[in-house]
């Protein structure tokens, strides 16, 4: 504990600067303070003993992935990422369709053990570094075994390279420590009732607690959110559920924190590769996007998202959507970084900039696909930065009606779709009421002013896909979504996503 609290301490003096110890000696608290108290309180109460890992994670430099540029020299990119070390994720995806099959009692028999698919993981990173050896030193041939190899190469396997990180001692024994901990912790794991099963899924709007923001503490507040619930609900398995063919994500393996070269100017004059928090890639994976539909972004910017999906080279249209002028500028630069044929793109309509507020958009079922990927209060952001943190005094009634907001966008969009369509529903907080509060809030909401109604769509058994890569929260604790957490040996997220139908 005491190490996690000298690292958590260390992290936010060095980001801060010389502003923040002044403020330290001084006694103040800052935005980030205020944000860090308020999740110690709300956080705290929410995941019980796991919190403090997640906290040292949330404290801790995050964790990229690789988009490779499919509008640049695609080949080279990946050949220099893999070079490097880097796993494409539709190998660890593979690799885990493999294992999932050997261990799914229905197909029992078919697939390979544990150890057989480790054996592949480690083959495929011993022949990335052969392969980068042999770039290196063309005359030692296929294994290179005589050739001294670059610090950077020497690695076997991951405990080895776990061991020779650049980061301080005090990280790797808080990332060890993080892994026993979270062993522990999922045996014993105890689901709070309160949020297990039902409780917090129910609230009311925050005009009702007008007036008491000021002294409702943040656990408290949300309790005011409560009320009953009456939708038809349905939840049902997603069916099915595949890595799009020309999409080239690349990552390295848990534990290893190495990092991305920064993009190279390709030979069109577009960027090489994006580099983006490996937990937004999920939202629009599981959008799954199919040829020629027509997509909503509506809360693009600044644009990581919407440009995975244009990625997939599957979109007839991708309207870009954001309220603020100045974020949507930003959008346009990216994507005139990153695609060649931005003007005939955009000229053709293929691709479409909006600026407005998502919850007045009024194309009533138009669309085959929406990603809602909400304002939210930013975990990551404001527990380590000062700057347009929503966490400061003066935004406090701005913070606490998020979730209205939020929810208003999202029953919006569920009036958008096309009926049979789908969205996926997003935020980068833990909190439950942003997350499943908001979904439970909207499907309501919807139901009772229009009469839709929507199907939530279980994706837990493709996430399991993923679990090579990321940490997510045990299922139990979710009521409508996925969570990937905050977890040093794969610092991702926090991503919260749920996917829903719009019945026909
Ligand atoms: C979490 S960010 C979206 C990140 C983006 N999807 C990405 O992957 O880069 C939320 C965005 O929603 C925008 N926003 C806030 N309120 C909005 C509203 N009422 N309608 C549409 N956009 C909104 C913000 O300007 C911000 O750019």
């Not at 943040?218 to 890595?243: G, M, N, V």
């Not at 580099?275 to 644009?303: R, W």
């Not at 404001?382 to 998020?402: A, G, T, Y």
């Amino acid at each position: 504990m005491l190490i996690l609290r000298n690292i958590c301490w260390l992290q936010r003096r060095w980001k801060s600067g010389g502003k923040k110890r002044w403020n330290v000696l001084q006694n103040k608290k800052n935005n980030c303070d205020r944000a860090l108290e308020s999740f110690d309180d709300f956080y705290g109460s929410v995941y019980g003993g796991r919190w403090k890992n997640m906290r040292a994670a949330l404290l801790t430099r995050h964790k990229y992935i690789a988009m490779v540029n499919n509008f640049g020299d695609t080949e080279q990119t990946c050949s220099m990422l893999e070079t490097d070390g880097a796993i494409n994720m539709k190998s660890l995806i593979n690799l885990a369709q493999e294992r999932l099959q050997g261990t799914d009692p229905a197909l029992k028999g078919q697939g390979q053990n544990r150890y057989e698919i480790d054996d592949k993981l480690d083959a495929l990173l011993r022949k990335q570094q052969e392969r980068e050896v042999a770039s290196i030193y063309p005359s030692a041939g296929e294994g290179g075994a005589a050739v001294q190899m670059p610090q950077q190469l020497k690695y076997d396997n991951v405990e080895e390279k776990e061991e020779s990180q650049t980061e301080s001692p005090d990280f790797k024994q808080s990332l060890t420590k993080a892994l026993e901990e979270d062993v522990k912790l999922d045996e014993h794991r105890l689901v709070d009732p309160q949020f297990g099963t039902g409780g917090l899924y129910e609230y009311m709007p925050a005009h009702s607690i007008k007036g008491m923001e000021d002294w409702v503490a943040e656990s408290e507040h949300y309790k005011y959110y409560q009320t009953s619930a009456d939708f038809p609900l349905r939840i049902e398995p997603e069916t099915s559920f595949h890595f799009p063919e020309h999409l080239a994500l690349y990552t390295y393996e848990m534990g290893n924190c190495s990092d991305f070269k920064a993009p190279k100017k390709c030979l069109t004059g577009v960027s090489s590769h994006f580099l983006m928090d490996g937990a937004s890639t999920l939202p629009p994976l599981f959008l799954q996007v199919q040829p020629g539909e027509k997509v909503l972004d509506a809360c693009a910017s600044p644009g990581g998202k919407s440009l995975l999906l244009l990625q997939t080279l599957h979109l007839d249209q991708l309207v870009c959507n954001d309220i603020q002028e100045s974020r949507l500028n930003r959008l346009r630069r990216l994507m005139q970084e990153f695609l060649f044929d931005y003007k005939q793109r955009s000229a053709a309509r293929h691709l479409i900039f909006s600026q407005s507020d998502a919850r007045n958009l009024d194309e009533y079922e138009q669309y085959d696909k929406i990603l809602v990927d909400v304002p939210c209060t930013t975990d990551r952001h404001v527990v380590m930065e000062q700057d347009n943190n929503i966490f400061k005094p003066s935004r406090i009634k701005e913070r606490l009606r998020i979730p209205e907001l939020q929810a208003g966008i999202l029953t919006n969009c569920l009036r958008l779709l096309r009926p049979g369509g789908s969205l996926v529903y997003s935020t980068c907080s833990l909190s439950p009421i942003q997350n499943d509060g908001v979904v439970h809030m909207a499907l309501q909401k919807v139901f009772v002013e229009h009469g839709i109604t929507a199907t939530i769509k279980d994706l837990s058994r493709h996430t399991e896909l993923f679990s090579d890569i990321f940490k997510f929260e045990h299922p139990k604790g979710l009521k409508y979504g996925q969570m990937v957490i905050p977890y040093l040996p794969a610092n991702f997220g926090p991503m919260y996503f749920s996917k829903i139908t719009r019945n026909v």
